[in-house]
């Protein structure tokens, strides 16, 4: 898959942009501040419908604006087909083929991206939620339903959460409308703990070869999901929903306690264990970021299994952080199968390799210097 053709208006500090890109390697070259983040962010719009570093879509609208627009062309298995995006500070519309998609899930899967930023080393380092997002952004590209799923999840559990608060403070004493609400919860945390499940040993088996492969044969790779309730990857769907109503039912009284739902996919978290030792607590930098590169090197391979289809493989700003056998081996990875974007203020730390074969854009100002 790849994108042959970009256009922007009115997007962030780009007003009307307007390229043709190789479908191979292209390197986005320029100063800070002049927009090579804005670009690679205006193709994860494209495909996911949001930003990975904002969740307002407002601030993707150039500040003299009400409007912006992300319109791409897609080469999918020889077919070609359009994208576009469009954001009013109304809300936005998703076009596929010219068609509105109202549901998200009908729309994100038709352009497969990763993305690997500096932020990315928070996927060992920080909190849990961005471990949790990491996950429910992979599988909601390679399954789309789960997004419906997770979507019902969120809303029943912001319900549920309301109604605690009420029995907390005693408001409210309808224990029948929370059993429902949990009820309906658990359908949904089931169905996603079942896919989360299934997405880590795939994960888990490519992210240790490629890890292995980083470390020169020295560091083994592990993950395990470490979840809140008495559920293990072993489970099917049923027994998760069984166990997940049974753990609901246990802590039920001491969620009306703190007036919040305590257990289920909202509250769980993935480890990263290398050599058998918590990278997390453990690990060096190095090791951090080896983790981090091997997930995301992990997912294009699981990507490809899924949809047999490359995804597109957006490195911000990272290339010149690997040292030259790390970019040795991502670039042995991709070699000529999956179209990467790089953006770098300088072509100093890039293998030359990479530039022999590179398109080239430099970037000034929001314009693409000819
Ligand atoms: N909504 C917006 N409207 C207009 N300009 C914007 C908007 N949002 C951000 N900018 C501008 O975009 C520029 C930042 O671009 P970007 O983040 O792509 O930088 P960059 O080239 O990746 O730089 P660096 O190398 O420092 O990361 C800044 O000048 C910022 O003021």
């Keep these: 898959m790849h994108i042959q053709q970009l256009s922007l208006t009115n997007y962030r500090n780009y007003k009307q942009l307007s390229v043709q890109f190789d479908d191979k390697i292209n390197v986005i070259i ?11 962010e205006s193709i994860y719009v494209l495909g996911f419908s949001k930003s990975h570093r904002t969740t307002k879509d407002k601030e993707l609208i150039q500040w003299d604006q009400n409007y912006a627009k992300i319109e791409g062309s897609i080469v999918k298995r020889n077919r070609q087909f359009p994208l576009e995006i469009q954001i009013t500070n109304k809300g936005k519309k998703a076009k596929l083929n010219h068609l509105e998609q109202r549901r998200l899930s009908d729309y994100i899967g038709a352009l497969n991206i990763v993305m690997f930023a500096p932020e990315d080393l928070n996927l060992v380092k920080g909190s849990p ?19 419906y799923h997770l979507g019902q999840y969120v809303k029943i559990l912001k319900q549920r959460n309301h109604l605690l608060k009420q029995l907390q403070k005693r408001r409210t004493d309808d224990v029948t ?7 309906q919860m658990t359908e949904h945390a089931a169905i996603i703990l079942e896919k989360r499940f299934l997405f880590m040993k795939h994960l888990r088996k490519w992210a ?14 592990d993950l395990q999901y470490a979840a809140t309730a008495e559920v293990s990857e072993s489970d099917n769907k049923e027994k998760i929903r069984i166990t997940l109503t049974e753990s609901f039912a246990e802590v039920e009284t001491k969620e009306i306690e703190r007036g919040t739902t305590l257990i289920g996919p909202h509250r769980d978290d993935v480890v990263f264990y290398v050599n058998g030792k918590n990278v997390q607590t453990y690990g060096s930098q190095g090791q951090q970021r080896t983790t981090a590169l091997s997930l995301k090197l992990a997912e294009i391979e699981l990507i490809y299994q899924e949809t047999k289809d490359y995804p597109i493989l957006l490195l911000d700003d990272v290339l010149s952080e690997l040292d030259d056998y790390r970019q040795s081996h991502l670039l042995d990875t991709i070699e000529g199968k999956v179209q990467t974007f790089v953006s770098t203020t300088s072509v100093d730390g ?4 990479t530039l022999e074969k590179a398109e080239i854009f430099r970037i000034d100002q929001g314009k693409i210097l000819e």
């Design 30 to 40: 320029g100063e800070n501040a002049q927009g090579k983040t804005n670009l690679m």
């Design 129 to 147: 939620q961005i471990r949790r997002r990491f996950i429910d952004m992979e599988i909601g590209q390679i399954q789309p339903v789960y997004i």
């Design 177 to 183: 409308m929370l059993r429902v609400l949990t009820e």
């Design 208 to 221: 240790n070869e490629i890890h292995r492969g980083i470390s020169r044969g020295i560091e083994d790779l």
């Design 350 to 353: 890039i293998h030359h390799q």
